[in-house]
């Protein structure tokens, strides 16, 4: 069984800062790409910040300048810092890995339970 658990959401002013948190345990063998999503009311879920195993990343134009996704690679881990939200930044955000649970096994994606972030005065 692999769990992805997330932490670090809430309710910020505009202009202020947030860390998200999301821990991979259980059975994993490797990690290959970690990923944000997020998911605002009445819209699809959408692809926020990327990074592989060797830490390159990619990111939404969105997001650009504002957001810094990174990733532990000992602790399965992946964050996003997120600066200079905006109101429309407000979404439930979810973590994403493609991973190999075991050494004989193909990857597959696992998703968080999600995080709300909310951005208002």
């Known amino acids: 069984q692999v769990q992805l658990v997330e932490s670090g959401g809430g309710l910020v002013q505009p202009g202020g800062s947030l860390r998200l948190s999301c821990a991979a345990s259980?059975?994993?063998?490797?990690?290959?790409?970690m990923a944000w999503y997020r998911q605002a009311p009445g819209k699809q879920r959408e692809l926020v910040a990327t990074?592989?195993?060797?830490?390159?990343?990619d990111y939404a134009d969105s997001v650009k300048g504002r957001f810094t996704i990174a990733r532990d690679n000992a602790k399965n881990t992946v964050y996003l810092q997120m600066n200079s939200l905006k109101p429309e930044d407000t979404a439930v955000f979810y973590c994403?890995?493609?991973?190999?649970?075991?050494?004989?096994?193909?990857?597959?994606?696992?998703w968080g339970q999600g995080t709300q972030v909310t951005v208002s005065s």
């Open positions: 259980g059975s994993i063998f490797s990690i290959n790409v």
């Open positions: 994403n890995a493609n991973l190999r649970p075991s050494w004989n096994s193909r990857s597959y994606h696992y």
């Open positions: 990074i592989t195993s060797d830490g390159s990343t």
